[in-house]
Nanobody, 120 residues
Framework: VQLQASGGGLVQPGGSLRLSCVARGSIFSIGAMSWTRQAPGKQRELVATITSGGSTNAADSVKGRFTISRDNGKNTVYLQMNSLKPEDTAVYYC???????????????WGQGTQVTVSS
């Protein structure tokens, strides 16, 4: 199982980006999917989580600006980021709890990270 994140880049303050993360491989089911981020010199921060049923939770720092969603048919999680601020600059990582078969328990898989830079 692999997670592949994409969609990062350079954007001006106030701009928007949409991150995508697709899970590929031997997948029986996907549970919760999340985005975390890590800025230089800072600890990794949980940004947002979405359950298999579609319930979401987001960090206070991004509420009202970021929206997490998922397409279960495509094994993909998205992070729509609006009103971006310089402090949102970080490497963004996706992760998901995935069962590879009916008989297996869920394991957490991580994507490779995608850089988001907010600067004028």
């Amino acid at each position: 199982v692999q997670l592949q994140a994409s969609g990062g880049g350079l954007v001006q303050p106030g701009g928007s980006l949409r991150l995508s993360c697709v899970a590929r491989g031997s997948i029986f089911s996907i549970g919760a999917m999340s985005w975390t981020r890590q800025a230089p010199g800072k600890q990794r921060e949980l940004v947002a989580t979405i359950t298999s049923g579609g319930s979401t939770n987001a960090a206070d720092s991004v509420k009202g600006r970021f929206t997490i969603s998922r397409d279960n048919g495509k094994n993909t999680v998205y992070l729509q980021m609006n009103s971006l601020k310089p402090e949102d600059t970080a490497v963004y990582y996706c992760n998901a709890i995935i069962r590879s078969s009916f008989y297996s328990s869920g394991s957490t898989y991580w994507g490779q990270g995608t850089q988001v830079t907010v600067s004028s």
